[in-house]
């Protein structure tokens, strides 16, 4: 007879093809029915942490609906700064655990419910009779909000017989938002025309209008006002044409694109939060430009917003077309005398190519991360851990698409999360080239799914650890303010060794000259090359565009 744990895996079975995880008591009966008895692909991580960060990582990859799996009390609780990034991301995720006994906690347990709900997340408890039925609820919160639901098994309830499966009800999801009523009516045909008259026009996406599905709405007013455009980091490649894109805004944008921003007089942004780092700490836009939000959140999350629109960022743009047409007495014609045929953006994306050495001797990072840029190939996803680094993939690696660039940690503003989204990204997208970007200090945090990227990605897996023996986020704001350094350095790891002894390859690299290996990997078919980690042996004297930005906002 099926179990409690049988009726859990078989349940989720039906909207999941991937579950992550670490065995243990509190799971392992959850994970024997899931590998007995369904088609999902369970993917063992290190560490519990890793494990909800590749599903994390495999939901922005495109994979779907993200899974995890974890124990009871210490294994849950190894989960938290993981799943409090998903909740700050909005990534739709079930993390199924152990829980306490029915009976009440053992001496070993902890309120796991409360801790869930410290960092954002719900949690759902199934019992005897409500299994199936619970598990489907925990879906449906978790695709309908876009958040991290928790599944817990109570210790006694997971073995105990359940009857046959029964057919629980499909998720009940919201449609998109619309907006609707005079009000907002009024103000979609205001945006509609302020962007038809405007001089200067100017388009911002973000992770919201890709989710949306808003990037042929977008393509078509963008073309209709002749605007131009530009994405967040999370939005890249939301707009079809690229010929008028500015790329990504920000700390991460490129100077002479960001100073052309500031001359829109009107700029309309779809999905986008608008966060400090996405506005330059406020200095994006001209104070005379006006700005148009389009979000699903409950109101503008910026205060330079001058008008805000709540609406998914697809209807939107379709309805803002549409006022355009009827604006015009007829279908929606291309702009011949818009702002994007005015100006030549020859060059405006161009960046730092570097010294090649720095003045301390060690590696430029900017000089590197062009070379392996031009390396690279070209079908690739990008994973990013967070610290000072983070700013040479965002300028130096383009992207297609937003589930090619995914930063796991930013959100929550944690580092130590980059080598466990290599294997979600994988799983998500196992014909491409998964780069993982990465620091020293980071990397040694997740030093334990180092291996579950070389065991899952092989051949596809590159990881490029910029080695500056320091916290450099930390070494280029506390340290330039005077404070003690010793806390912020790090004796110099051997990450290319630390790779070879998990079975990949590692190489130290000192100058640009020897990213040549690079190239060689990359002229070799996927299926007959080890897993490649380049240890970078990179100045920390050498500051990235955005770190810049925040040492101007710290003052």
Known sequence: MPTVSAHVALTLSRFVDHVFGVMGNGNAYFLDALERDTAVLYTAARHEAGAVVAADAYHRAGGGLAAATATYGAGFTNTLTALAEAVQARVPLVLVVGDEPTSGPRSWDVDQIALASAVGARTYTVGRTDAAATTVIAVEHALTYGVPTVLAIPYDVATLEAGPVPDAPEPRLPRPLTPSGPFVDAAIRDAAALLATAKRPFLLAGRGAWLSGAGPALGALAEATGALTASTALGRGVFPDSRYDLGVTGGFGAEEAMQLVTQADVAVVFGASLNQFTMRFGSLFSPGTRVVQIDVASTATHPHVGSFIRGDARVVAELMLNDLAAQSGGAVAARADGWRHSVDLNGTQARHPGDGLAPDGRLDPRSAAQRIGELLPEDRVVVSDGGHFIGWANA??????????????????????????????????????????TGDGGGLMALADLETAV????????????????????????????????????????????????????????????????????????????????????????????????IRAAG
């Open 396 to 437: 130096y690696w383009p992207v297609a698409t937003p589930d090619r660039m995914l930063m796991v940690g930013t959100a929550f503003q944690s580092i130590g999360l980059g080598f466990a989204s290599v294997p979600g990204a994988v799983r998500a997208k196992p014909d491409s080239t998964v780069v993982l970007t």
């Open 455 to 550: 065991r899952v990605a092989g051949g596809h897996g590159l990881a490029v650890v910029w080695n500056d023996a320091a916290y450099g986020a930390e070494v280029n704001l506390y340290g330039l303010k005077g404070l003690a350094e010793g806390p912020m350095r790090i004796p110099e790891v051997d990450f290319a060794a630390l790779a070879t002894a998990m079975g990949a390859r590692g190489v130290a690299i000192h100058t640009v000259e020897q990213l040549d290996v690079l190239a060689d990997w990359a002229a070799t078919p996927a299926d007959q090359r080890p897993f490649l980690l380049l240890d970078l042996r990179i100045s920390s004297a050498v500051l990235s565009p955005h770190q810049e930005e925040i």
